[in-house]
Every structure is written in C-alpha cells, then in structure tokens.
C-alpha cells in the first residue's frame, strides 16, 4: 500500500522537462552537436509520469529507441532541434509547470551566419566558423519564474573541483537546485549508470544517488517535486 501510494505522490504536478542536445547549423546538411543521448531526461520524465505528474518533455534531437520510452500516457512531447528552438519550446512550456528541469544539453554557441548552400571542397580553400553566444535558456527561466515554480538546472562536470563548480553555476543562473553529474570520456553521457549531487540554493548537497538513470531520476524528483 504504501508502495502503492508513492507511486502517485506526484498527482497534480505538471512537470516541463527537457532533454537530449541541440543541433546547431552549419549549413543546410551539417550542424555542431553534442553527445547528450537524452536518457536521463527521459528517465526523468518516464519516472514523473509513473508517479502521477502531468508530464511536458522537450525533446531535443532523441534517438527514436530512446524517445519511444517517452511514448506513454501523461507524458507530452514536443521536439526542437537547435537551442533557438529549445528556448522557445521551453518558454511554452515552462508558462503551464509547477517545476522546470533542464537536463538537455545546450549548445552554448551557435554558427553566427548558417550558411544557405552547403559548403563545399569545390568553392576551395577552408572555412572558417564564426559562433556566437546563445542565451542560457534556464536562467531566462529562472529569471522569469512563477511564485512558487521551481527551476532545476543540470551540470556535467569533468575534474575534481565539480561540487565547486556546480555552487558557481547554482548562483550564476539563479536556480532552485542543480544536479551535478560527474562526466569524463567514458561515464555520464552515452551510459546506463550515473552519479548525482543535488545542490539547493543553500550551497548543500541535499542529495546524492547512484545507480540507474531511472533510480537517480526518482532520486531528484524526490527532492525537487515532492
Ligand atoms: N543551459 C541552458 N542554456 C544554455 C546553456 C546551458 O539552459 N545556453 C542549461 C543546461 O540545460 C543545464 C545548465 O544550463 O541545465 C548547465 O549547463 P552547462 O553547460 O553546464 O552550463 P554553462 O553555463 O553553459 O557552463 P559551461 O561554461 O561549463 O558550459
Ligand atoms: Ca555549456
């Protein structure tokens, strides 16, 4: 029974969650990605929807075996592609959440002028790509937030000092919470199994999970949604 009970402890929350990376364009068929498979994300979403959430994801450029999980009653997906879009998507959906968590991967700069044709070896010599800085998305919505709407951010962090880093980011962007994800070359990103510290605005971690994407996501909903 009890089991049976948290299983709904999220009736009535609307939860805007994005996830997987942004693809910005280079030309007509090339872009600048990212590795984010989206996974967390989904798990986020899949574990809120389990537990009763009313579920808005933004899906960012998802392998279709990864999203397919997302495919599921109480859970409503909207996809975007380059982080303009997710901006814009996020926006949307942010208006109608009680809690907002940015677990995709943005793009930081985009190709300041995309070009209309694709480039080519033939036009000779190399190009070079100038980039220009895109808007952090979640801090516009911190900034923007609602009374009593809570706003998580996520950090991928290589190196010893990612606690440190992760306060830094906490401040800069105005958050509720930030989850912090130990990443190098072969853990965080493409894999099944992660770490997370969850920072409150008070500079503490109020959480730590280890283990799948599905337990370290029921993990921070407990913190951030319940
Ligand atoms: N994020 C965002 N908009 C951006 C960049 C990042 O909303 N333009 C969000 C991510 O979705 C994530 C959080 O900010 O929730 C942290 O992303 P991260 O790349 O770690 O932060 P940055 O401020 O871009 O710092 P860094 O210089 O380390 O990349
Ligand atoms: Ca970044």
Redo the contacts with the bound molecule.
């Keep these: 029974m009890a089991l049976l009970e948290r299983r709904r402890d999220l009736a009535g929350v609307t939860l805007a969650v994005?996830a997987g990376g942004t693809r910005e364009p280079i030309d007509p068929v090339r872009y600048i990605g990212n590795r984010s498979s989206g996974r967390q994300g989904v798990a986020i979403a899949v574990a809120a929807a389990e537990r009763g959430a009313r579920v808005l994801l933004a899906a960012a450029n998802i392998e279709g075996d990864v999203l397919r999980e997302a495919e599921r009653p109480g859970i409503e997906i909207t996809t975007a592609g380059s982080?303009a879009d997710l901006?814009e998507v996020m926006r949307t959906l942010a208006a109608e959440a009680d809690v907002v968590i940015?677990?995709?991967?943005?793009?930081?700069f985009r190709v300041a002028q995309v070009s209309e044709g694709k480039l080519t070896r033939e036009a000779g010599g190399v190009p070079t790509l100038v980039l220009a800085e895109?808007?952090?998305?979640?801090?516009?919505?911190a900034a923007q937030r609602r009374e009593g709407q809570r706003i998580?951010?996520?950090?991928?962090?290589t190196g010893e000092d990612y606690l440190e880093?992760g306060r830094r980011?906490l401040r800069?962007?105005g958050v509720d919470f930030?989850a912090v994800n130990q990443v190098g070359w072969t853990t965080g990103f493409e894999a099944a199994y992660n770490t997370l510290y969850v920072l409150d605005a008070s500079d503490e971690v109020v959480r730590e999970a280890s283990g799948s994407k599905r337990e370290v996501a029921d993990a921070l909903l407990d913190v951030v949604a319940g």
């Design positions: 994005s982080a901006a940015m677990a995709a991967a943005v793009a930081d895109n808007d952090d998305i979640v801090a516009g919505l998580v951010a996520f950090a991928a962090e880093r980011k800069k962007k930030l």
